[in-house]
């Protein structure tokens, strides 16, 4: 495999999904991948045609919500010249470009009904006809369609059609996504940490420090493996130090210290992953008299910096040993104003705290 669809990870629930690809490979039947956006969902499309015996014919990919609905069909199965307005002359479709390989549609759930409908009839008979043809023209390709929609849903719903989920689904592959891949996260960062150090031609990899490691792996991670890359790259960048283990990271590029305080959403600033203490400072004690609210504020805000302290501020298991959901537990912090290492957040980081770009 090339070096940009490599797979990296070791969890069981992601091995599962590369090893069931791989057995589908040789069958020509069509396969469905299903996943959350950045799980990966194209470079399971991509080991489907390689491992197939169609691995020396073409492999076409298509964006099913990148055209417009009335293009969408001209694009799929071609044109005959003066089909519409605008057609100059004749056009073929992807299925045409893909004969004998394998077509890759991405974002299926946006097809149109009408779509969907020559669709079925190009995957059931092998049989497409161009915009404006008279005659129909017989394709052997291979579809591999992918989605992060809930089909089977839509289908009850009758925005999707029931045949045509039932054709395509001969074999269901299912993503899991980066937070359900145990041990994985650690994998992910160092390879891409590593390739973006080459890229800047370090002579040393220094690696993450273990905090900015924790860091990472207690992240919810909703843009998966793609938004992984895109942090691990930018703090790699950001480190000025070649020598020194890569000390902090920030998962917001967007956030604005300078945008005024009506226009923005209070959330806390990126942490300085150098600057978190080992250890939560404990709950400022009640003073004498202090209302009941108060008291049950400040005994709650005790209980959270306990569970977070005794799971070494890993979110999700100090969560889930406190009966919470990761939301509630977010929702909590931020209402006590608790950053990762237990302090509330006071005056803007200074600039030896900010990350660092290696121009500074």
Not at 5 to 13: E, K, L, M, R
Not at 82 to 93: D, E, I, K, L, Q
Not at 135 to 140: F, L, T, Y
Not at 217 to 231: F, M, T
């Amino acid at each position: 495999m090339e070096r940009d669809v490599q797979f990296i990870g070791q969890s069981t629930a992601f091995l599962d999904a590369v090893e069931r690809a791989s057995r589908a490979a040789a069958v020509r039947r069509p396969v469905l991948v299903i996943g959350e956006r950045g799980t990966g969902k194209e470079l399971i499309a991509q080991r489907l045609h390689h491992l197939s015996p169609r691995w020396g014919e073409p492999l076409i990919t298509m964006n099913c919500a990148a055209l417009p609905e009335t293009l969408i069909e001209a694009e799929l199965f071609g044109h005959e010249a003066g089909a519409f307005t605008g057609a100059v002359r004749a056009r073929a479709g992807r299925f045409e470009e893909a004969d004998r390989g394998t077509l890759f549609l991405d974002e299926l759930g946006t097809l149109s009904m009408a779509a969907q409908e020559r669709l079925l009839r190009a995957i059931e008979y092998g049989e497409i006809a161009r915009i404006g043809a008279s005659r129909p023209v017989q394709v052997d390709v291979r579809v591999v369609a992918a989605t992060n929609a809930d089909l089977p849903r839509m289908a009850e719903q009758g925005t999707f059609r029931a045949d045509l989920l039932d054709r395509l689904s001969f074999e269901v592959i299912n993503l899991p996504p980066l937070r359900a891949r145990e041990g994985d996260v650690y994998e992910l960062a160092d390879y891409y940490g590593r390739r973006m150090a080459s890229e800047l031609e370090w002579d040393t990899w220094p690696g993450f420090s273990p905090r900015a490691m924790a860091v990472l792996e207690a992240h919810d991670w909703p843009g998966n493996v793609r938004e992984l890359r895109n942090v691990t790259e930018r703090a790699v960048y950001r480190w000025a130090n070649e020598h020194a283990p890569i000390a902090e990271i920030v998962f917001d590029p967007f956030e604005n210290p300078w945008m005024p305080a009506a226009a923005a959403e209070p959330s806390p600033a990126p942490i300085p992953v150098a600057a978190v203490p080992a250890r939560p400072a404990p709950a400022a004690p009640v003073e004498a008299g202090a209302g009941l609210r108060a008291s049950v504020e400040a005994y709650e805000r005790g209980l959270l910096v306990e569970a977070l302290d005794r799971h070494r501020w890993n979110q999700r298991r100090a969560a889930s040993a406190m009966g919470l959901s990761y939301d509630q537990l977010r929702h909590c912090m931020k209402k006590h104003r608790l950053s990762e290492g237990g302090q509330a957040p006071s005056a803007p980081p200074s600039a030896q705290s900010r990350p660092r770009n290696l121009g500074e």
